[in-house]
Nanobody, 114 residues
Framework: QVQLAESGGGLAQPGGSLRLSCAASGTTLSLYPMAWHRQAPGKQRELVAVISSGGSANYEDSVNGRFTISRDNAKNTVYLQMNSLNPEDTAVYYC????????WGRGTQVTVSS
């Protein structure tokens, strides 16, 4: 059974940074393109960033240039470095494959506020 555990969220000021981590058990993340998704209050979950097995990345327009997705295959972990945060980034962040292959984890709350 695959379990995903997101961490690293918290409260950040506008313009600040956070680094999210996603650790997995029950699977080898390096075999899959992995993604970060987020869900803001009252909105549907949206795809934020995707990283291929080979390491190439793509981003949703609103985070392009501010967020960086990466992976450490030795640690079976995927990361999301978030810079220049703004209040519109406030959401619960989840990792999974692009299409949500596995059961969703609990996510990690990111709140951007002054």
């Amino acid at each position: 059974q695959v379990q995903l555990a997101e961490s690293g969220g918290g409260l950040a000021q506008p313009g600040g940074s956070l680094r999210l981590s996603c650790a997995a058990s029950g699977t080898t993340l390096s075999l899959y393109p992995m993604a970060w998704h987020r869900q803001a209050p009252g909105k549907q979950r949206e795809l934020v960033a995707v990283i291929s097995s080979g390491g190439s990345a793509n981003y949703e327009d609103s985070v392009n240039g501010r967020f960086t997705i990466s992976r450490d295959n030795a640690k079976n972990t995927v990361y999301l470095q978030m810079n220049s945060l703004n209040p519109e980034d406030t959401a619960v962040y989840y990792c999974n494959t692009r299409r949500g292959l596995w059961t969703w984890g609990r996510g990690t709350q990111v709140t951007v506020s002054s």
